[in-house]
């Protein structure tokens, strides 16, 4: 996927301003930035959700994980899954509902579940989506340590067999060391940093690189003082 010459402005703001970037297919790209940052417009382009200058190239079919689960509360969590399936795929739901500790579950309405079974199965349901790129607006923000922990190796998990290419917002520069193979830091619409992450997926959730302090310095503008 590659993006030229997008630029997205409100009025006189500058939003989002990327000459050019190719999110390389096949891996995971976290994008980090404070409030403001360009983050979620960035996510809308690559969606075709907004209008604006220049040009990507390369998308396909998109499937979107939001923050909140979004789940059709009128559809038990067997019937959210079936939703955005063909018919002759359906068989893939009950494996699915096991790799998300939901076996046994299919037939509960989402007013049953908790706040981290919904988001357990509104990551199952972008992951079965017939997608090429998965976009996720900080799907693991709002929730507690130990959930988040099991979330993002959740994550990681459904990711590895397609490694399909993914790109995440998120202000947490750990779930971006844990979970992605790529950061960028966005201020003010322009991408300040551009930091290969080592190693294979999933990383320890309890050890620090140092590719997490660099990623600390360029939010918080030391890298550039």
Sequence with gaps: MILRSVKKTYGEKVALDIPQL??????????????????????????????????????????????????????????????????????????????????????????????????????????LYPHDVLLMDEPFSSLDLSLKKSLLSLTAELWRPRRETVVFVTHDVHEAAVLAHRALVLKEGVILTDLPIAGELARDFFSRSAEEETLVRALTGEEFS
């Excluded at 067997?78 to 939901?102: A, D, Q, T």
């Excluded at 199965?121 to 972008?126: K, W």
Aim: proline content about 7%.
């Design 22 to 127: 190719e999110i390389e297919p096949d891996k995971i790209t976290a994008v980090l930035g404070e409030s403001g940052a360009g983050k979620t417009t960035l996510l809308n382009v690559i969606a075709g959700a907004l209008p604006f200058e220049g040009s990507v190239e390369g998308v396909g079919k998109v499937s979107y994980l939001f923050q909140s689960p979004t789940l059709l509360p009128n559809l038990t969590v067997e019937g959210n899954l079936r939703f955005v399936l063909p018919k002759e795929e359906w068989e893939k739901i009950p494996s699915m509902l096991e790799k998300i500790g939901l076996a046994g579950r299919g037939s509960s309405r989402p007013r049953e579940l908790s706040g981290g079974e919904k988001q357990r199965v509104a990551i199952a349901r972008a992951f």
